[in-house]
């Protein structure tokens, strides 16, 4: 059953922080908030908690997993961009999207899209999410909490922790969160493509 934590939406507190990413490095899975729902998340390399967010969602192998990060300087360790997307992910972000992109060997393998070996990045625009990155030092292997059948991703703790909480060892309350889930744009390729029009402007990337 998962640990319940009441995080202070504007002040999120160090300790409860500290405890949360603990949970995080002894190979816990979290659901925690974002400014576009609530997602789950892992450390990278955390085999076994991709495989219980793919039980959780019915996902295939197919899904991109996405490495939610704190801050724009950490996309170049594990994505490659050329010039042109560098210029246009920094000037999106943080904010609703995840851009899916060719990794690079320092990307965690166990969350790769198998046969072209791309994967999601974001930069959320939250405070709660952002202090836990920071707390934690590195990215998390994540994926939007949306259940099979639903439209919408989860965003209100209680919700989480009453529906999915024994499958999970934290949940994380930080007040109400985004309920649109983000824009999702492949720059993987030589052209762009709108996977999903979400909460983020798709208009920076059409035309």
């Known amino acids: 059953m998962a640990r319940y934590f009441d995080v202070h939406p504007d002040n999120p507190q160090p300790r409860s922080l500290g405890q949360i990413a603990g949970i995080l490095r002894d190979g816990g899975l979290v659901a925690y ?75 965690p393998k166990v969350m790769l899209q198998p046969k072209r070996k791309t994967v999601g990045v974001r930069l959320p625009a939250h405070v709660t999410a952002l202090a836990l990155l920071h707390e934690l030092g590195e990215p998390l292997m994540s994926s939007t909490l949306l259940l099979p059948g639903q439209t919408d991703p989860m965003s209100d703790g209680w919700t989480v922790n009453d529906e999915i909480g024994q499958a999970l060892d934290a949940v994380v309350d930080s007040g109400d969160c985004g309920t649109e889930p983000t824009s999702v744009i492949d720059l993987s390729g030589d052209e762009i493509e709108i996977i999903r029009r979400g909460s983020g402007d798709v208009s920076l990337f059409e035309g």
């Open 33 to 107: 908030p974002t400014d576009s729902g609530y997602a789950l998340g892992c450390v990278m390399g955390n085999r076994s908690g991709l495989d219980r967010i793919r039980e959780l969602r019915d996902l295939d192998t197919k899904h991109n997993f996405t490495l939610v990060c704190s801050e724009f300087a950490q996309l170049g360790q594990y994505v490659q961009m050329s010039n042109d997307v560098f210029r246009a992910i920094k000037a999106a972000t943080p904010g609703g999207y995840t851009f899916i992109l060719k990794a690079t060997r320092e990307a």
